[in-house]
């Protein structure tokens, strides 16, 4: 720093969190400076100014058509105040959502440490698992892996560093998501263990329950009667309870439960049961399966919220709000 911006009494300044700010301001992608932001930036080297009797680290920007540019230099004042920067930054996170008209969780523009889950690591499974009969054959459950996909780029976009195991499906990994993809329970179940320690935990994947005793190495062929050959299942491990369980158990644990008949009631038994925080209950009796909507009902030990029927994208993004307010809880 330049003698002149240095001196006795001097308070030590945050000119990379400011700079952040600048940068937000002036990016070209954004369009034209927001007026909001660039006062809470004036406000913020203003004051900053006041605290000591030096200068305040100040990036030159041409002045506001119809306003004013930085301030540069301000009396000495003692008053106590609040921490500028602060007072800035949440300016600044406020006005954009206003500016986007959305939740803040998807602006645009915003530095990535100011994110609600910046430096949070979560666990998310999506996606069926299939149980090999024989090299051409298998046991799944039915599921797209739109719901858990959607969850991941959700979570993502608040700023987590994000894990997704998907079991096989047909879409494309979500951007900014650690991709690790699996095929049998076993597998997700290793590759969820291997992901710890985490933060929290979606269990979104449709894992099939039962898997055959023994896989034919060659394709089974259909006997001349055409009788059903004998088939021995037995059970897959429970991701969810065991993670529930687990040593390292991330602090929140959430699983899904598709059900067809009394969805609350059965996802009330699942999460006294498996040991979990949150169930995210959906009702799967209609056109949910593949679809890009779903109607879902956030189940704790103490609430149920029934959520509308919303698309996939907007399920996700709510419950990535609800994830951030409890960790930051």
């Given at each position: 720093?330049?003698?002149a911006?240095?001196?006795?009494?001097?308070?030590?300044?945050?000119?990379?969190?400011l700079?952040?700010?600048?940068?937000?301001?002036?990016?070209?992608?954004?369009?034209?400076?927001?007026a909001?932001?660039?006062?809470?930036?004036?406000?913020?080297?203003a004051?900053?100014?006041?605290?000591?009797e030096g200068?305040?680290?100040?990036?030159?920007?041409?002045p506001?058509?119809?306003?004013s540019?930085?301030?540069?230099?301000a009396?000495?004042?003692?008053?106590?105040?609040?921490?500028?920067?602060?007072?800035?930054?949440?300016?600044?996170s406020?006005?954009?959502?206003v500016?986007?008209?959305?939740?803040?969780?998807?602006?645009?523009?915003?530095?990535?440490g100011?994110?609600?889950?910046?430096g949070?690591?979560?666990?998310?499974?999506?996606?069926?698992?299939?149980?090999?009969?024989?090299?051409?054959?298998y046991?799944?459950?039915?599921?797209?892996?739109?719901?858990g996909?959607?969850?991941a780029?959700?979570?993502?976009a608040?700023?987590?560093?994000?894990?997704?195991?998907?079991?096989p499906v047909?879409?494309?990994?979500?951007?900014?998501?650690?991709?690790?993809?699996?095929?049998?329970?076993r597998?997700?179940l290793a590759a969820?263990?291997?992901?710890?320690?985490?933060?929290?935990?979606?269990?979104?994947?449709?894992?099939?329950?039962?898997r055959?005793?023994?896989?034919?190495?060659?394709?089974?062929?259909?006997?001349?009667d055409?009788?059903?050959?004998?088939?021995?299942?037995?059970?897959?491990?429970?991701?969810?309870?065991?993670?529930?369980?687990h040593?390292?158990?991330?602090?929140?644990?959430?699983?899904?439960?598709?059900?067809?008949e009394?969805?609350?009631?059965?996802?009330?038994?699942?999460?006294?049961?498996?040991?979990c925080?949150?169930?995210v209950a959906?009702?799967?009796?209609?056109?949910?399966m593949?679809?890009a909507?779903?109607?879902?009902?956030?189940?704790?030990?103490?609430?149920?919220?029934?959520?509308?029927?919303?698309?996939?994208?907007?399920?996700?993004?709510?419950?990535?709000?609800?994830?951030?307010?409890?960790?930051?809880?």
């Open positions: 720093m330049a003698e911006e240095s001196g006795t009494g001097r308070l030590s300044e945050p000119p990379a969190i700079a952040a700010i600048e940068a937000a301001l002036t990016d070209p992608e954004h369009g034209a400076p927001d909001a932001l660039e006062d809470a930036l004036d406000a913020a080297i004051a900053q100014a006041e605290e000591g200068r305040p680290f100040a990036p030159h920007r041409a506001r058509k119809g306003g540019s930085f301030t540069e230099g009396p000495h004042n003692a008053d106590h105040r609040a921490d500028p920067t602060e007072a800035a930054l949440s300016t600044f406020a006005s954009k959502a500016e986007a008209d959305v939740a803040p969780h998807s602006l645009r523009g915003t530095a990535p100011l994110l609600p889950l910046s949070k690591h979560v666990l998310v499974t999506s996606g069926p698992t299939h149980e090999p009969l024989d090299p051409v054959r046991i799944a459950n039915r599921s797209s892996g739109k719901q996909h959607a969850i780029a959700a979570l993502a608040l700023g987590a560093r994000v894990t997704l195991v998907s079991g047909t879409l494309a990994d979500p951007a900014g998501v650690a991709v690790r993809p699996v095929e049998t329970a597998e997700m969820c263990e291997a992901a710890l320690p985490a933060d929290a935990a979606v269990f979104a994947a449709a894992v099939a329950d039962w055959p005793a023994e896989v034919a190495g060659q394709k089974m062929k259909k006997p001349a055409d009788a059903a050959p004998p088939m021995a299942l037995v059970p897959n491990p429970d991701i969810l309870a065991t993670l529930s369980r040593p390292m158990r991330p602090g929140l644990v959430i699983g899904f439960a598709a059900e067809t009394r969805v609350v009631e059965h996802a009330r038994a699942k999460l006294a049961r498996k040991g925080d949150w169930i959906n009702d799967v009796s209609g056109d949910v593949g679809g909507e779903n109607s879902v009902h956030l189940v704790t030990s103490y609430s149920v919220e029934d959520w509308p029927r919303l698309p996939k994208a907007e399920v996700a993004a709510r419950l990535a709000d609800r994830i951030a307010e409890t960790l930051h809880a």
